[in-house]
């Protein structure tokens, strides 16, 4: 008696150990990436930039599949790639060259802050707070929220209300860049001015100096 005790003692241990260790390693898959290695773009394919103009528009119905890397590397690309290594010009231009603008990427697993030079994304905050970027209900179920940051700080001139005006003009063209790569693969996508900044702000841990100007929604069409 006292041997099947023991015998079913042991083994009520093993199962709980194995339970844990399983626990555990469900726990460290779940967790997000602390970085995502972005892929070049590919160049071979897409619309003719006429034919991505002519079918630009707003849409609002995102479907809840996640973007693959591929897509995903190439609209941040789009964004606020650089096209040009030796100079590290970028796909948006920005007034005197300043590259104040710092883009965050808002994903079901957590937030990132694309990093153009190094091609990745760093996890800046964890968890799904899509729905934080946005003040509009569809917001939470898009595959991704683009956050544009500027930082007034790299803004030389002394004029705010001018280095305000040149920035929300530098945000404007790369936003449209997003548009016009949504309209050549087929995504929806809308730009957004409706969002709660100073919350946003306070979830990206942002400097006084930062501001953040747009957001922009992305995702397969539903
Ligand atoms: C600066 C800017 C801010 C916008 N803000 C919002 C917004 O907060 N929410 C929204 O649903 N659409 C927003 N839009 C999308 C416009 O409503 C949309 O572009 C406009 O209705 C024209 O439609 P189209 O883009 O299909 O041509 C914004 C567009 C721009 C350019």
Redesign the pocket.
């Known amino acids: 008696m006292k041997k099947i005790f023991v015998l079913a003692l042991s083994l009520f241990a093993a199962v709980s150990a194995f339970s844990a260790v399983e626990a555990k390693e469900k726990n460290v898959k779940n967790k997000p990436a602390k970085e995502i290695v972005l892929q070049k773009a590919d160049f071979s394919k897409g619309k003719t930039v006429l034919q991505a103009m002519l079918d630009?528009?707003?849409?609002?119905e995102f479907s809840d599949r996640q973007l693959d890397i591929r897509t995903l590397s190439e609209l941040l690309w789009a964004a606020g790639g650089i096209n040009r290594e030796d100079t590290g010009g970028m796909t948006a231009p920005t007034a005197m060259n300043y590259k104040e603008i710092t883009i965050y990427a808002f994903l079901k697993d957590g937030v990132y802050l694309y990093e153009p030079k190094e091609n990745k994304l760093v996890l800046a905050v964890e968890g799904d707070k899509r729905a934080a970027a946005?003040?509009?209900d569809f917001v939470a179920g898009a595959a991704v929220n683009l956050v544009y940051v500027s930082d007034m700080a790299k803004m030389k001139g002394d004029d705010d209300d001018r280095n305000m005006t040149m920035t929300a003009v530098d945000v404007?063209h790369v936003?449209e860049n997003v548009?016009l790569y949504c309209a050549s693969e087929d995504l929806a996508c809308?730009?957004?001015?409706?969002?709660d900044a100073g919350a946003i702000s306070k979830l990206l841990n942002l400097k006084e100096s930062q501001k953040v100007i747009?957001s922009q929604s992305a995702g397969y069409k539903k």
Do not use: D, E, P, W
């Not at 630009?56 to 609002?60: D, E, F, G, P, T």
């Not at 809308?190 to 969002?195: D, K, M, N, Q, Y």
């Open positions: 630009r528009h707003s849409s609002r946005g003040m509009q404007g936003s548009y809308v730009t957004r001015a409706f969002i747009l």
